[in-house]
Each structure stands twice: as structure tokens, then as C-alpha cells.
């Protein structure tokens, strides 16, 4: 298999902390950067909708030829930070269709957080630390940084107050043949993932384990307490999902999931199991890991593959909100058992090998992998159905 394995480039992001020293500096350029951004937003307003004359739809471009000499009015950013606060303007203004976007507010209750665009050439390393607009700054892992090419990023704020160095670089990757060949994965609650293998991700309590922290927090005022904790909920949500993600793309070459919606069911009573389960960050990790590794990543319809038989094809498991609280079921036709879970996961895994087209448009190699074993299962379950038919 090594013969086959071939190098890409891809783009990968980075997020550095920054060291305490510097975020004064960051948070006063944060607040030139917002009255950039206001600037823009009340131009192009103006320009969108004038008293007379012919409307016009300010680009990137016009802004900058607008703002040209504003450096000399700001302390702490300069001609390129600027630039780039205009072209992002300008793409999320036409992005959203709209005239006007919100203001970005720099003080009170109701602040923007931080945000400093830059452009690649802005950033510069100076040994250990980073140089930008004359400012040096000293960030976590910088041994991250050694022999990579990045481009443009930003210093972004989270809602701790802390500062962070967001990279997109450029760096190589050896993409090899999976061993396995597909798998078809159900999503829940009970069990965040289930694999048509019967690998399962456990629904982790992130969020209900601490909820009652962040509550005492919250009623004592302790905002900043109450914000640190969700934070690390949020971290410990997005390390088990890259986890499980991560094994997920080096095990399997066709990935196939089902399509529930988290929009929806987010309006139900179940709002905060399925936030905390995050089947979108979920997708998400899985598409852009299997655009890098070569992987084939699908989006189908999951619709009746809980109820469905995985080997013969009948309607025959249970439905309906009451039933849920069935785990395993038997089909009254063929008689075979079923693991409700791994039963869909098997079925969403029949649906995306019937269907050739890939969602995410990185169609895998057609190169020989050996299946795995719900490949096996479905292959066999395929025929019975079609003679029932």
C-alpha cells in the first residue's frame, strides 16, 4: 500500500494563545478596528441609498481607495489592517444581501469581542516571538510555526477575554488508501455516533455535567466564572468529537451519514442534548478531515432506516415516540435481530452506496480496499430486498 500513497497540500488553521503582556495593546487596536468597520458600514450605507443620484454598491476596492491616508489617525493599525477590515466588510455586506450590517461596539454591557484582520506579509517572526505594526508578541506553541507558510489571519477574542493567533497554513500531507472500505453512521442522542460497524461515540454529558456550576455561578455574578465554564465544556465537546472523527477518516475510505437536522429538533424539548451532541461540528470534521485524506464524505436521507430491516428490507421495527425506549428489536419477516442504532447506521450505509454522487464533491480513488464488515452485511441484505420487490 505504500506504492499508493501519494503527498497533498492543504490548508490547515491554527489557534495560538497569545501571552497576557499584550492584550492591552490588542484590545486598543481592537477598538480602532471596530471604527474601521463602522466607517465602512456608514459609507456604504450612504452610498447604497443617497439623497440623490444613482445608488452604488461599494466594493473592497472602493472602500480602500476611500480610506486611503486614514493611517495617520490610528496608533496602533496600519494600511493593511485597514484593507482587510474593508474587503471583509465588503464580502460579509454582499454575503448578506443587506445595506446595513450591526455596528461593532467597543464598550459597555453588549461589546464586540475583539477582531484584528491582517494581512500574510503584516506578520513577521522575530525569534521566539511574532512582530506585527511594530508590537512583538510572544504566543503558545510556537514550535507549531517552524517551516510553514501562512497567510492571511487574525487576532480574534474569545468570551473570556482571552486573545488568540488565528493562521491558516499551508502544509503537506501523505494520503493513503484506507483499510477499510465504507461506513454508514447514525446519529443520536442516546449515543452521539453509532457506526454500522457498532462503534459507538458515547453522548457526553459536556454541557448537564457542569450545568449546575455555571447556574450557582451565573445567581452569584461570577460572569466570568460562568463564561470560563462553558468554555471548557466547549473544549472538551470538540476534543471527542476530533477524536472520533480523526479514527472515523484513517479506518474508512466511503464515509456515509445520515442527514437529521439539529435546526429542528433544537425547537423541541430535547434543545439541549442535541446542542450538546453537535451533529453539525460533527459533519463538519468529518468532510474537510476526508477532503484532506481523500476520503469520500456523503449526506443522505436517513428517512425510515430506523424502522427498515437491514437484511431483508420490510418496515417492520418499531415507530413512534413511544418506541423509542426499544433498543433491539427482531423483524417479524426474516427473523433477523437488530441493534436499533447499528440497524440505521447499517441502512443510511445501503442509501449512500446507492448513491454515486458525493456531497462534499471528493470523489475516493478507485483503487481496491478491503470492506469492512457492515459492507459485507449490506451487500447481502441488497439482494433479498430487490427479490421482494
Not at 504566543?139 to 488565528?166: H, I, K, P, Y
Request: charged letters at 25%; one cysteine or more.
Amino acid at each position: 500500500m505504500d506504492d499508493l500513497a501519494h503527498t497533498a497540500s492543504v490548508t490547515r488553521g491554527l489557534r495560538l494563545k497569545v501571552r497576557s503582556e499584550s492584550y492591552s495593546w490588542l484590545n486598543a487596536a481592537a477598538t480602532e478596528v471596530n471604527t474601521v468597520w463602522n466607517w465602512a458600514n456608514e459609507v456604504s450605507a450612504k452610498a447604497a441609498q443617497p439623497f440623490a443620484g444613482k445608488p452604488k454598491w461599494l466594493t473592497g476596492f472602493d472602500l480602500n481607495n476611500l480610506s486611503a491616508g486614514a493611517t495617520d489617525y490610528f496608533a496602533h493599525i496600519g494600511a493593511s489592517t485597514i484593507q482587510r477590515v474593508n474587503c471583509e466588510y465588503a464580502l460579509k455586506r454582499r454575503l448578506a444581501k443587506r445595506v446595513k450590517l450591526r455596528w461593532r461596539v467597543s464598550t459597555g454591557a453588549r461589546r464586540s469581542l475583539g477582531w484584528i484582520p491582517f494581512k500574510a506579509a503584516s506578520l513577521k517572526g522575530k525569534g521566539k516571538a511574532l512582530r506585527f505594526c511594530g508590537k512583538a508578541f510572544r504566543v503558545s506553541e510556537t514550535e507549531r510555526l517552524v517551516g510553514v507558510t501562512w497567510r492571511q489571519g487574525c487576532f480574534s477574542q474569545d468570551a473570556v477575554g482571552d486573545w488568540w493567533l488565528c493562521l491558516p497554513v499551508a502544509v503537506k500531507v501523505e494520503t493513503r488508501i484506507a483499510p477499510c472500505r465504507s461506513v454508514g453512521i447514525d446519529l443520536g442522542l442516546k449515543h452521539t455516533a453509532v457506526t454500522s460497524d457498532g462503534e459507538r461515540l458515547e453522548a457526553g454529558t459536556f454541557y448537564r455535567g457542569i450545568e449546575s456550576k455555571i447556574a450557582q455561578a451565573q445567581r452569584r455574578g461570577h460572569k466570568r466564572q460562568a463564561k470560563r465554564l462553558h468554555r471548557r465544556a466547549a473544549n472538551r465537546r470538540r476534543d471527542a468529537l476530533h477524536k472520533f472523527s480523526r479514527t472515523i477518516v484513517d479506518q474508512y475510505q466511503n464515509i456515509i451519514v445520515g442527514d437529521v437536522s439539529s435546526t429542528q429538533l433544537v425547537q423541541t424539548r430535547m434543545a439541549k442534548s442535541v446542542l450538546d451532541a453537535s451533529w453539525g461540528m460533527l459533519k463538519v470534521y468529518l468532510q474537510y478531515k476526508g477532503e484532506h485524506a481523500g476520503r469520500s464524505v456523503r449526506i443522505v436521507n436517513e428517512q425510515h432506516t430506523t424502522r427498515t430491516c437491514s437484511s431483508c428490507g420490510c418496515l417492520s421495527g418499531p415507530s413512534g415516540l413511544r418506541q423509542l425506549v426499544v433498543r433491539r428489536w427482531g423483524c417479524s419477516v426474516c427473523g433477523a435481530e437488530h441493534d436499533r442504532d447499528v440497524n440505521a447506521a447499517r441502512n443510511i450505509l445501503i442509501a449512500g452506496l446507492r448513491c454515486r454522487a458525493s456531497v462534499s464533491g471528493n470523489e475516493s480513488l478507485h483503487l481496491p480496499v478491503p470492506p469492512s464488515r457492515a459492507y459485507r452485511v449490506c451487500e447481502a441484505g441488497i439482494e433479498p430486498a430487490r427479490a421482494a420487490a
